[in-house]
């Protein structure tokens, strides 16, 4: 059975830091391109960075380019998103998800809706003073 646990959120002041983990078992993450995906009461989810296969190629979402780093450990199965200088807007239930296909960039993966193969259940982020 495939699972991916999300951890790390929490409740975190404004300009605070965060950093969540992916833990992957029943797979192995080596193959597969890894997203973070956000979603916040009332909005569309969407992919805020994600990173291939081999860890040279990532995306970020405009908003939060220069904040966030994503980072993969494929020996321990495990994808990080480091969450610097938070704000209210960041507040969201954050997700990681997995898509096997070799074929799309991450800045391609974080834009999907459907086609990934796994995802985690959430952590959830809490920014406020």
């Known amino acids: 059975q495939v699972q991916l646990v999300e951890s790390g959120g929490g409740l975190v002041q404004p300009g605070g830091s965060l950093r969540l983990s992916c833990e992957a078992s029943?797979?192995?993450?080596?193959?597969?391109?890894i997203g973070w995906f956000r979603q916040a009461p009332g909005k569309e989810r969407e992919g805020v960075s994600c990173i291939s296969r081999g860890g040279l190629s990532t995306y970020y979402l405009d908003s939060v380019k220069g904040r966030f780093t994503i980072s993969r450990d494929n020996a321990k199965n495990t994808v990080s998103l480091q969450m610097n200088s938070l704000q209210p807007e960041d507040a969201a239930a954050y997700y990681c998800?997995?898509?096997?296909?070799?074929?799309?960039?991450?800045?391609?993966?974080?834009?999907?809706?459907?086609?990934?193969?796994?995802w985690g259940q959430g952590t959830q982020v809490t920014v406020s003073s």
């Open positions: 998800a997995a898509v096997l296909s070799p074929f799309h960039t991450p800045q391609a993966v974080c834009g999907m809706r459907t086609e990934l193969d796994y």
């Open positions: 029943g797979v192995t993450l080596d193959y597969y391109t």
